[in-house]
C-alpha cells in the first residue's frame, strides 16, 4: 500500500536549519508531483512547497520564499524540505502528501507529519 513516512523534526533555535525527508513506498514514486504541508496549532493546514514529478519545477508559499527548499531523489522514493532562516511562526507539525492514482482513483496521501519547533 501507499506510505510516506517523514523524519527530521525537532526543536531548533531561530535561525537555524532543518532537513525534513519523506520516504515513499507503493507507488511509483517518479510519476507524481509531490508536496509539504504543514499545520501550526488552532490553525488550518496549508501548502509550503510543491515539486514536479521531475523535479524541474517547483513552487513556494509566500512565507518560505527564499528560505525552504523542496528537493528530490527519484532513485530513493524520497522528498526533501531544507528549511533554513528558521521563524517561531514555522512551528508546525509538517506532513508530506501527494495526489495519488490507484485503481483510477486519484485520492490524496498523507504522512503521519513530523514536529517542527522553533523556539529559543
Known amino acids: 500500500q501507499v506510505q510516506l513516512v517523514e523524519s527530521g523534526g525537532g526543536l531548533v533555535q531561530p535561525g537555524g536549519s532543518l532537513r525534513l525527508s519523506c520516504a515513499t513506498s507503493g507507488f511509483t514514486f517518479s510519476n507524481y508531483a509531490m508536496n509539504w504541508y504543514r499545520q501550526a496549532p488552532g490553525k488550518a493546514r496549508e501548502l509550503v512547497a510543491s515539486?514536479?514529478?521531475?523535479?524541474?519545477?517547483?513552487n513556494y508559499a509566500d512565507p518560505v520564499k527564499g528560505r525552504f527548499t523542496i528537493s528530490r531523489d527519484n532513485a530513493k522514493n524520497t522528498v526533501y524540505l531544507q528549511m533554513n532562516s528558521l521563524k517561531p511562526e514555522d512551528t508546525a507539525v509538517y506532513y508530506c502528501?501527494?495526489?495519488?492514482?490507484?485503481?483510477?482513483?486519484?485520492?490524496?496521501?498523507w504522512g503521519q507529519g513530523t514536529q517542527v519547533t522553533v523556539s529559543s
Open positions: 502528501n501527494s495526489v495519488i492514482r490507484r485503481f483510477d482513483i486519484w485520492s490524496p496521501y
Open positions: 515539486i514536479a514529478s521531475t523535479g524541474d519545477t517547483t
